[in-house]
């Protein structure tokens, strides 16, 4: 028998629900801006001053994110994981340009 998770459990007013469903949406959206603004200046497709925007979609995201968090009442643990989890956000794009820079360079030397 699977025993009750036991802790304080703080009800969702119902007039949040809309307010949760904006700001989880919109974290997907911003979030998605900012990979693809980052992208696409990483790869040409964009000018490089178009890239403080992908930092401004990045500050949306997290913001949307605290919404969020502060609406459906989470607990301090799982604050914490929202707060590990944007930063790995921000940080994740930039390993992977520059693990793709390194490969890049060590196969143009092998050449």
Request: glycine share 10%.
């Amino acid at each position: 028998m699977i025993a009750p998770i036991t802790g304080s459990s703080v009800d969702i007013a119902v007039g949040d629900f809309l307010p949760i469903f904006i700001s989880s949406t919109l974290v997907l959206v911003f979030g998605g801006g900012y990979v693809g603004v980052y992208t696409a200046v990483k790869v040409k497709l964009l000018k490089s001053w178009f890239m403080p925007f992908a930092y401004v979609f990045w500050l949306l995201t997290a913001y949307c994110m605290y919404i969020m968090g502060s609406l459906t009442h989470v607990n301090e643990l799982t604050a914490k994981s929202l707060v590990v989890a944007m930063i790995g956000y921000l940080i994740l794009p930039h390993a992977v340009y520059y693990m793709q820079d390194r490969v890049h360079e060590e196969n143009e030397g092998g050449h």
